[in-house]
Structure formats: structure tokens, C-alpha cells
């Protein structure tokens, strides 16, 4: 106990032995020390060998998917990424829990997906894990943060540096910290030589 009547922290009690990462010590140091250097090589402009990278490991990578430099991935076997996605330079997928990644779906430059979290009301400081899902369409901005439990429904927008914690509506833009609804997300047809609304 403190002075002030409450528990202490003693981080020294930290137990996670419950978790398992869900692949043997070796294929996460096969990952570890060749699989992620090359994921984030700037030397490798090639999306394409980065999704041979991913699949080798066991993530489930949909057709068309771009993912570019600087990209960290923790554990590509709880990784799961739709057709024609986005996976923008210095993404960090933080994912010690399940993160599933819809179809169409941008993830913009520096965003990080966290599925992982402490109880800080526990004096031992415990592991929360989390799932995160991104639905088809949606648009993570850059330098969001996306937390455990976070489930982004079809066509919502986290627009840059958002915090988001929660569940957000489909077709819905939201912003700040936490992120809040701050308008609809209406998309219209476009003529693809002009940019311009038909």
C-alpha cells in the first residue's frame, strides 16, 4: 500500500504466461530477424515480394494488396488483409491479438494498430488483449491509433491522428481524441480522367 491508502504497482508480479503468440519460438525468431527486416526494407520496393513475405508466414493476404516500406507487422499469423488495400509507409501493426482487414481498406501513413493493452488496475499491471477489425471500405487516416477491441464498420474514416477506442458507424467520419462522429461519409461517382463528380 502507498501513503496514500492505494495498492502499489509492483511490476515485478507481471505474469503474461496464459498468452500464447500462436507459432513455436522458432518460426517467431525465423520472423523476427529475417521475415521483418525485409517487410520494412526500403532496398525492396515490391509489394508483391512483401506479400509472399506475409503469406510465408501466415498471413491471409487478398489480391491486390500494396504495402509499402517501413511497414512492421508483429505476428503475421494473426493478420488477415483483403483484396485491393492500402498498407501505407511506417504502419505498425501491433498485433498480439487478431487484426482482420477488410477489402479496400486504407491504412495511411504512421498509423499504429495496437491490439494489446495493460489492466492499470491491476497492481501486477496484466495483459488485455484485444481484436481489431476494419471493414471493407473504411480509411484509417495517418498517424491514427487504433486500439484493442476496436471495430471500424464499413465506410467509416478515422481522419488523421484520431485515437480510437470502440465501435464506429459505417458511412461515418470520425476525429480527435478520443475520436468523436463528426459528419457523414457520402462517396460519389467520378470521372477517372478529370477527378471531377458525374
Known amino acids: 500500500m502507498t501513503e496514500q491508502g492505494f495498492m502499489a504497482v509492483d511490476l515485478s508480479t507481471f505474469n503474461n504466461s496464459w498468452y500464447s503468440p500462436g507459432r513455436p519460438r522458432w518460426v517467431r525468431s525465423l520472423w523476427f530477424f529475417f521475415g521483418r527486416p525485409l517487410l520494412r526494407s526500403s532496398w525492396i520496393p515490391s509489394s508483391g515480394f512483401r506479400r509472399c513475405l506475409l503469406k510465408m508466414f501466415g498471413c491471409r493476404v487478398g489480391a491486390r494488396l ?20 492500402w498498407v501505407g509507409e511506417d504502419v505498425w501493426i501491433d498485433n498480439i491479438g487478431r487484426v482482420t482487414v477488410g477489402a479496400n481498406v486504407c491504412i495511411s501513413q504512421g498509423a499504429y494498430l495496437c491490439s494489446g493493452n495493460h489492466d492499470w488496475t491491476d497492481p501486477s499491471f496484466g495483459l488485455i488483449v484485444g481484436p481489431i477489425v476494419i471493414q471493407d471500405g473504411a480509411w484509417v487516416g495517418a498517424k491514427c491509433f487504433i486500439g484493442p477491441g476496436v471495430e471500424m464498420a464499413e465506410g467509416s474514416v478515422a481522419t488523421a491522428g484520431s485515437v480510437v477506442k470502440g465501435r464506429l458507424d459505417a458511412f461515418t467520419i470520425y476525429a480527435g481524441n478520443p475520436a468523436v462522429a463528426v459528419r457523414s461519409r457520402n462517396v460519389t461517382a467520378r470521372d477517372a480522367r478529370v477527378g471531377a463528380p458525374r
Open 66 to 85: 500494396i504495402i509499402r516500406p517501413g511497414v512492421r507487422v508483429k505476428n503475421p499469423w494473426l493478420l488477415e488483409i483483403g483484396d485491393n488495400s
